[in-house]
């Protein structure tokens, strides 16, 4: 199973909006409504920050939306600030049962 | 609130085993599917096992398929990792992490801290 395709960068200024890519195939990302996003900050545990495409869990601020189109699913972060400066993980189901990450997006805050 | 808890990491030699630990609280743990996820230093995560909720069904990722096995003991509230035939590719941090659901939902909603395992010589 290879992982999913993201940016491996991606930046903004405070206040604005940035997207993340994540393609994936047929047999993850667009067979299944089943992609998450998790955001990293160095050195600590990841944090789920969209489920099920488009779902935010309580606590998560509604700056951080979701998306899905064929085997492309997004993320995007509104209102940039400081504080959103951390790697960010998509991840999928996949057709065989199993679940596959991708490639990691390190976003930085102008 | 959801505590998950690693132990079992350390330096072990090429070749040698080593059997992670993941304590649970906070949750009913023996409805919740678990998984192990891992993260090399410097690298990406890496999606490792599931188990489900009554252990019915388990599933491994290609790199570790045949040397990994994943198992769990809801009376204890504990899911173990036994890793053989550990390699310098098997050096990672591992994480558990809870699904959403009860197999797997493709959503882990919480994780622990993590245990860091060193294959070397």
């Known amino acids: 199973q290879s992982a999913l395709s993201q940016p491996a960068s991606v930046s903004g200024s405070p206040g604005q909006s940035i997207t993340i890519s994540c393609t994936g195939t047929?047999?993850?990302?667009?067979?299944?409504?089943?992609v998450s996003w998790y955001q990293q900050h160095p050195g600590k545990a990841p944090k789920l920050m969209i489920y099920e495409v488009s779902n935010r869990p309580s606590g998560v601020s509604n700056r951080f939306s979701g998306s899905k189109s064929g085997n492309t699913a997004s993320l995007t972060i509104s209102g940039l600030q400081a504080e959103d400066e951390a790697d960010y993980y998509c991840?999928?189901?996949?057709?065989?049962?199993?679940?596959?990450f991708g490639t990691g997006t390190k976003v930085t805050v102008l | 609130q959801v505590q998950l808890v690693e132990s079992g990491g350390g330096v072990v030699q090429p070749g040698r085993s080593l059997r992670l630990s993941c304590a649970a609280s906070?949750?009913?743990?023996?409805?919740?599917?678990m998984h192990w996820v891992r993260q090399a230093p410097g690298k990406g995560l890496e999606w490792v096992a599931v188990?489900?909720?009554?252990?019915?069904?388990?599933y491994y990722g290609d790199s570790v398929k045949g040397r990994f096995t994943i198992s769990r003991d809801n009376s204890k509230n504990t899911l173990y990792l036994q890793m053989n035939s550990l390699g310098a590719e098997d050096t990672a941090v591992y994480y558990c992490?809870?699904?959403?659901?009860?197999?797997?939902?493709?959503?882990?909603?919480?994780w622990g801290q993590g245990t860091l395992v060193t294959v070397s010589s």
């Open positions: 906070g949750f009913t743990f023996s409805s919740s599917g």
């Open positions: 991840s999928s189901y996949t057709s065989s049962s199993t679940g596959v």
């Open positions: 992490a809870r699904d959403a659901s009860g197999g797997h939902s493709g959503t882990f909603d919480f």
């Open positions: 188990i489900w909720y009554d252990r019915s069904n388990k």
């Open positions: 047929s047999s993850d990302v667009g067979g299944y409504n089943y």
